[in-house]
């Protein structure tokens, strides 16, 4: 019977070996890169003289017009918080905005109609107030952005459904 238990044993053992060494990970097999070798470039055509180049006019570079089609930023219920959805609109925003520095914009603050209507109104300046704070803070002038509160007047969908209310609490951006 021992002498079963160490045949046995001695199988196991010499099996988990092979076993081991069959799943080790292989090298590959690298071919040696051949060297390089280094051409002369062609010749190159007659250069213009001097005068000619200081003549030409250099190309102006391509800039982009910017686009002032902001979303609407999206905000947390009942706070001034931004959504995380809402900083990439953000950036985008800062980036379009420092295209022409001196363009002036409106921070319009919304907020869904729960709530009283004084509740409602601080709510909507605080939202837009934290809008103009992150664009401050991304280097836009705050002397080009004018912050206006609404409240719950100047809804864009319906306040029955929570759907509704979400997309109420809001901040617009538009250009003066």
Do not use: W
């Amino acid at each position: 019977m021992k002498f079963l238990r160490t045949l046995n044993f001695s199988i196991f053992i010499l099996s988990a070996v092979i076993a081991l060494d069959a799943c080790k990970a292989k090298k590959p097999v690298q071919t040696p890169v051949a060297p390089v070798e280094e051409t002369t470039p062609p010749p190159a055509a007659a250069k213009p003289a001097p005068a000619e180049e200081a003549a030409r006019p250099a190309p102006a570079p391509v800039v982009q017009a910017p686009d002032y089609n902001f979303s609407n930023i999206q905000f947390e219920f009942n706070s001034g918080i931004l959504k995380t959805a809402s900083y990439p609109i953000m950036d985008r925003a800062a980036a379009e905005m420092k295209k022409e520095p001196s363009v002036k914009f409106i921070l319009n603050g919304h907020a869904s109609a729960e709530g009283t209507d004084a509740h409602n109104m601080s709510l909507s300046v605080e939202r837009a107030t934290a809008v103009k704070a992150y664009l401050v803070n991304s280097g836009i002038s705050a002397d080009n952005l004018e912050v206006k509160g609404y409240g719950d007047k100047k809804p864009v969908a319906d306040n029955s459904s929570e759907a509704g209310r979400a997309k109420n609490r809001r901040v617009e951006i538009k250009k003066l």
